[in-house]
């Protein structure tokens, strides 16, 4: 067992940091994704089959795409309703606890994904919407897709993006200033810094601090000269 990471903020946030970390992930595996606002509520509880042999356990929020789209595709999806498996009170907050992961133990120990209930349509599954981006000549819009501990803010926008965007040097960072590079050393102690990270998205450091704090922690980021 591996656990990736905790403390994940929003749908979107945990599907990208999630999709970012299986890049070399083995095939077979489980893996138990949770980010679920809407525990509680009438959102479903799913367990998908994934095409290289993994399977994904999670709510049907759109937490888990473009996940299974990189395990080559959702082939089956499965409700998780029986209650066999689950903790015998249930919570309505805290269904990781109580669904997700025994459902997630009893499929790493074998057990067939039918016997936890009704079978999904793959296409009924509920996705997230493309993140907003926008690049153009001289500025580049784009969705803050994750904030990490460090306070890196991280973007939908690829390195292609910036390409596009022809942005270089002095930079405004919404209503900050901040400097393109690469390195953290490239800006001084307290500075911005606009990069590609190591997953190949467009982010703002900054060295030594938090971007995310220097910048307000806003939703979506415009970089322009």
Known sequence: MLDVVHGLRGVRGGSTVVA???TEAPDDAVHLVVVDPGVGTDRRAIAIACGNGSFLVGPDNGVLFPIA????GALAAYELSESWFMREA???TFHGRDI???AAAHLALGMSPHEFGPSVAVGDLVRLGPPRVRASSGCLEAEIVRIDHFGNVQTAATGEDLAIASLSGRVRINDAEGKVGTKFADVADG???VYVNS???VAVACNGGS???RL???ETLTLSN
């Open 100 to 102: 997700f992961a025994p």
């Open 69 to 72: 789209d990189l395990l080559d």
């Open 199 to 201: 997953a190949g998205f």
């Open 191 to 193: 500075a911005l810094l």
């Open 90 to 92: 249930l919570s309505s």
């Open 20 to 22: 970012q970390s299986l």
């Open 216 to 218: 307000g922690r806003p």
């Open 211 to 213: 971007a995310s704090e």
